[in-house]
T-cell receptor, first 111, second 114 residues
């Protein structure tokens, strides 16, 4: 069983839609959670970082952590064609030496 | 502001050839990392350097060696390339190896081994 599971998609939505991207994990020790966006032929870039549980909002993006369900989400409001990319989740814990990455969900926002 | 620069961007090797992938960062970061990205597998850590002068194995170190040449540069060497090492390789850096520090990635080296 993988430490982090992420639906590969592709997820195709019309412009302006609300997008929900999700990851589930198996290790209850995880407490650092990050979302990266990766455009085609580019490296991942950090979008959101949250510690422990709760929500964090940054513009059109909201990251949500539910530790009781071992589930994290990234919501994108008013999605734009420029949001078309692969979204990676990553997580770790205080005494770990690495991040565990999901395999990514490919999002396509149609004009 | 270049951030993390990787060279080359693309490379094709024959089985058994050797190759060094170069990475440099201009953010004065202490920690640097090498990952490989394969379809359906996510990013997997090969080696990392928490600070200048130190290197440690990650999740998939076999077949690779690294050198932290100075604070800016961290290279990855394949001594005898194998088809299983066909992948996209990403270098990343962060201010420290503390897990609350975000990692900044380069744009990758696409490596094919025939």
């Amino acid at each position: 069983q993988k430490e982090v599971e992420q639906d590969p998609g592709p997820l195709s939505v019309p412009e302006g839609a609300i997008v929900s991207l999700n990851c589930t994990y198996s290790n209850s020790a995880f407490q650092y959670f990050m979302w990266y966006r990766q455009y085609s032929r580019k490296g991942p870039e950090l979008l959101m970082y949250t510690y422990s549980s709760g929500n964090k909002e940054d513009g059109r993006f909201t990251a949500q952590v539910d530790k009781s369900s071992k589930y994290i989400s990234l919501f994108i409001r008013d999605s734009q064609p420029s949001d078309s990319a692969t979204y990676l989740c990553a997580m770790s814990a205080y005494n770990f030496n690495k991040f565990y990455f999901g395999s990514g969900t490919k999002l396509n926002v149609k004009p | 502001n270049a951030g993390v620069t990787q060279t080359p961007k693309f490379q094709v090797l024959k089985t058994g050839q050797s190759m060094t992938l170069q990475c440099a960062q201009d953010m004065n970061h202490n920690s640097m990392y090498w990952y490989r990205q394969d379809p359906g597998m996510g990013l997997r850590l090969i080696y990392y350097s928490a600070s200048e002068g130190t290197t440690d194995k990650g999740e998939v170190p076999n077949g690779y060696n690294v050198s932290r040449l100075n604070k800016r540069e961290f290279s990855l060497r394949l001594e005898s390339a194998a088809p299983s090492q066909t992948s996209v390789y990403f270098c990343a850096s962060s201010e420290s190896s503390s897990l609350d520090q975000p990692q900044h990635f380069g744009d990758g080296t696409r490596l094919s081994i025939l």
